[in-house]
């Protein structure tokens, strides 16, 4: 720790990266369900007018309400089309517009740092998140954050970072069937994977290309940060044993777990259920996938 980090409040902010289709999503709402997390709220990205953390305030300590708005059953955080009710509810968010308003760019150049101001703008809003909402710590996932650990390293100095991975075999068979993936531009290549496959590329393998590339960027950024600031999560898991992959999370996080919110996590029954690319899959469409990722899916011991 340097003289300059000391009391610059990056030790209370936290940031859940991983590869798209990873888990994060599901593990930020989980997390967010504890009453002293901050997020950045739906409220906060497209109302920045508003004070930073106010909507994540007034829902703290209303667990039953977060579970009814930001779950459906079986514990599935992810939604297709939300009631109004449901989408009026403060929820946990991206939340890119905080990063664009202070100057972070989506896609930085390699040793990119960020001006003084931008740095300051970023500190300033997510302590303001923090300290409105009453919380110790306000967490965010982003998955362009995934490119952004130096930059975000650099403005949080002790931050900590909870790294969620998956079978990058259940990532691709999950992103070739979710709805914005045809038209979603992707930051390696420039095209959308629906451009990409009339150019005569094969859609599960621009799938695995996706996830491996999301990996090794992740890899790259997370070795500019002490091991100590880093939890990684199996998602796996995360799902198989709940309770203890959380109590683990909620730790490193340096809080506690509340009866409150072991209940909510033990209400929603979570369930590891192995991905369905073993019976969807034929021998050509896993060889393009292994193509890309075997070497990767052997190394992270999936294989």
Known sequence: MTASSVGDGSERVAFLVGAGRSGTTLLYKLLCLHARIAFISNYDN??????SGLF??????????????????????????????????PTPVEGESVYAACGVPLFPEEGAKLEAASCECLRNRFE???????????????????????????????????????????????????????????????????QLEKSGDER???????????????????????????LEIRYEQLLSQPDIQLDRIIAFLGLSVTASYRSAIES??????????????????????????EHLLAELGYI
Request: charged share 25%.
């Open 204 to 230: 599960l393998s621009i799938c695995a290309k996706n996830w491996a590339l999301e990996m090794k960027a992740l890899s790259e950024g997370l070795a500019s940060v002490p091991d100590g600031q880093i």
């Open 46 to 51: 497209r109302m920045p007018w508003l004070p």
């Open 128 to 194: 303001s998140i923090r300290h409105t909402s009453r919380s110790d710590i306000v967490l965010s996932k982003r998955t362009a954050n995934n490119r952004r650990i130096p930059l975000l390293h650099g403005v949080f100095p002790q931050a900590r970072y909870i790294h969620l991975i998956r079978d990058g075999r259940e990532v691709a068979h999950s992103l070739s069937r979710v709805e914005w993936w045809d038209k979603h531009t992707l930051w390696w290549d420039g095209r959308t994977p629906e």
């Open 268 to 293: 929603l029954q979570l369930s590891y259920r192995p991905g369905s690319w073993l019976s969807d899959w034929n021998e050509a469409q896993l060889g393009n996938v292994l193509r890309e990722e």
């Open 56 to 89: 994540s305030r007034l829902v703290a300590n209303r667990t039953e309400s977060k579970l009814n708005a930001w779950f459906n059953r079986g514990g599935n955080a992810y939604f297709l089309k939300r009631p109004l009710l449901k989408k009026m509810f």
